[in-house]
């Protein structure tokens, strides 16, 4: 087995002890560190992501194994600062106001990110103009809203509304997700994608900056 298939099999397993160890010897042994990223972490964390998708492993598993994946790229990361990490995007996401919940949202930066995707995280609760003012300041690809409750969802488009009026819609995607969420509201509201899971919203994204 090669290291890299020792590498993405320790992020499968969520086990960022392992991880640190393999990641250093590699770079010990002078492996070029955006390999040991794409063909290593990545590689990992995208199995993990197949696996969700089928069934075969589940929330907790996942965030162990990007957890994981996160340590490998924390000692990767300084050795790479002559060579940017090539980003697939930015991302701008929150949990829309009036709605304090965050597991899936944190799940789906941490699949974003470990895709390359340069991940701005306004927290929950967030307001109308504060989307607003993270599109102006950040200048995303991609608004991510995630919401929860049924009675928090009519932000979404209160957010779609705004980005309309500040003439900034026609710059950024918007994909929308959480549990009372549906690829019909999704239409009805004007986003561009509905996202069911981490895995998802982070191929979705992928596709539409393509």
Partial sequence: MSKYQELANAVIK??????????????????????????????????????????????????????????????????MAGT??????????????????????????MMMESSGFNVVDLGVDVPVDKFIQAVKDHKPQVVGMSAL??????????????????????????????APVSKEYADEIGADGYAGDAVVATEMCKQLLN
């Avoid at 393999?22 to 990545?42: H, S």
């Avoid at 194994?65 to 990361?77: D, S």
């Avoid at 928090?152 to 003439?167: G, Q, R, S, W, Y």
């Fill in 149 to 178: 409750l049924t009675t928090t969802m009519p932000v979404m488009k209160e957010v779609i509304n705004a980005l309309d009026k500040e003439n900034l819609r026609s710059a950024v995607k918007v994909v929308i997700g959480g």
């Fill in 84 to 109: 940017d990490m090539p980003t697939a995007g930015t991302v701008v996401i929150g949990t829309v106001k009036g709605d304090l919940h965050d597991i899936g949202k944190n799940l789906v930066i």
């Fill in 14 to 79: 969520g086990d960022t002890q392992q991880v640190k160890q393999i990641t250093q010897q590699m770079l010990d042994a002078g492996e070029q560190p955006l390999a040991i990223i794409n063909e290593g972490l990545i590689q990992g964390l995208n199995e993990v992501g197949i696996r969700f998708k089928e069934g075969e492993m589940f929330v907790p598993e996942m965030m162990m194994a990007a957890q994981a994946m996160k340590g490998g790229v924390e000692l990767v990361k300084p050795l």
